[in-house]
């Protein structure tokens, strides 16, 4: 079992920037693959931002250049920095576990979640 609690959320004005925490607990943190998705209000989960456990990362283009995940396996901490922060990126933020890593997008790779955290861009 492993726990995910989200940190960092917040409201921000558009161009600003935020960095979201992500804690974990439980088994090996190194051993996961890390995600990052968001659930716009009225819309379908989305793929935001996936590390592997190589430190290999992948994003989707709406968010490459602007947001930044890393990680910390000392600290087991998952981060999303994001930067030039835009209205359209309002959603509840969620970081996620994966063991298997299949695919890095897909909702279902990934095997546990955290709770999320509520990101306001207003314009």
């Known amino acids: 079992q492993v726990n995910l609690v989200e940190s960092g959320g917040g409201l921000v004005q558009a161009g600003g920037s935020l960095r979201l925490s992500c804690a974990a607990s439980?088994?090996?943190?190194?051993?996961?693959?890390m995600g990052w998705f968001r659930q716009p209000p009225g819309k379908e989960r989305e793929f935001v931002a996936a590390?592997?456990?190589?430190?290999?990362?992948y994003y989707p283009d709406s968010v490459k250049g602007r947001f930044t995940i890393s990680r910390d396996n000392a600290k087991n901490t998952v981060y999303l920095q994001m930067n030039r922060l835009k209205p359209e990126d309002t959603a509840v933020y969620y970081c996620?576990?994966?063991?298997?890593?299949?695919?890095?997008?897909?909702?279902?790779?990934?095997?546990?979640w955290g709770q999320g955290t509520q990101v306001t861009v207003s314009s």
């Open positions: 996620a576990a994966s063991f298997s890593f299949l695919q890095a997008a897909l909702p279902n790779s990934y095997d546990y």
């Open positions: 439980g088994r090996t943190f190194s051993s996961y693959a």
């Open positions: 590390v592997s456990r190589s430190s290999s990362t």
